[in-house]
Structure formats: structure tokens, C-alpha cells
């Protein structure tokens, strides 16, 4: 099965986030809360708000921040996804 998101949703899966020392231990388990860091993966085809088009600005394999409570959370064929809406998606990550 796929997930295929309608209008201006976006289908996310959160990535997983590890504490390391700086001499390269994992520490694991650790009481912080996770990140909210994300890649898409799946981008629907936009919308239309006020009479004007919503144009999508993430596409898939960008690494995004998201707000903290937004989105529903999916679970499909034991991987666990995040449908947000593009306006709950605050930054695209990118290399320098």
C-alpha cells in the first residue's frame, strides 16, 4: 500500500534521533523529547485557498522541522508516518 496525501498534505516519517558523545558513544534512551525532523515523503498536489492556488514547496527526500503537535500519526504495513498540512512544515533543511 501507499500513502498518497490529497491538497496541500504532506506525509512525513520522522527521523530518528540519537544522542552521541563527542568521543562518538551512542547513548540511548535518553529523556529528551524527539526532534520534530522529518523527511517527506510523499507531497499531495496542492490547493486552492481564497480563490488562489496553494503551491507545494517541499517535494519528497527534503528533510523538514514541523510544529510540534501538528499532523495525525499512521501507522501502514509496521512503518510508522505524519500527515501534515504544508503550512505546519516551519523549515526545509538543506546542506551548505
Known amino acids: ?6 491538497g496541500d498534505r504532506v506525509v512525513l516519517k520522522q527521523l530518528v534521533a540519537e544522542e552521541t558523545t ?3 558513544i551512542v547513548l540511548p534512551g535518553q529523556n529528551k523529547e524527539k526532534p520534530q525532523q522529518a ?3 510523499a507531497v499531495g498536489p496542492g490547493t486552492l485557498a ?3 492556488e496553494v503551491k507545494m514547496e517541499v517535494k519528497p527526500g527534503d528533510q523538514v ?3 510540534k503537535y501538528s499532523g495525525t500519526e499512521v501507522k501502514l504495513e ?3 508516518y505524519i500527515i501534515v ?3 505546519d512544515i516551519l523549515a526545509i533543511l538543506k546542506k551548505k
Open 65 to 67: 522541522i514541523f510544529s
Open 50 to 52: 481564497d480563490g488562489k
Open 78 to 80: 509496521e512503518e510508522e
Open 85 to 87: 498540512k504544508q503550512s
Open 39 to 41: 523527511e517527506v515523503i
Open 1 to 6: 500500500m501507499k500513502l498518497v496525501p490529497l
Open 22 to 24: 563527542k568521543s562518538g
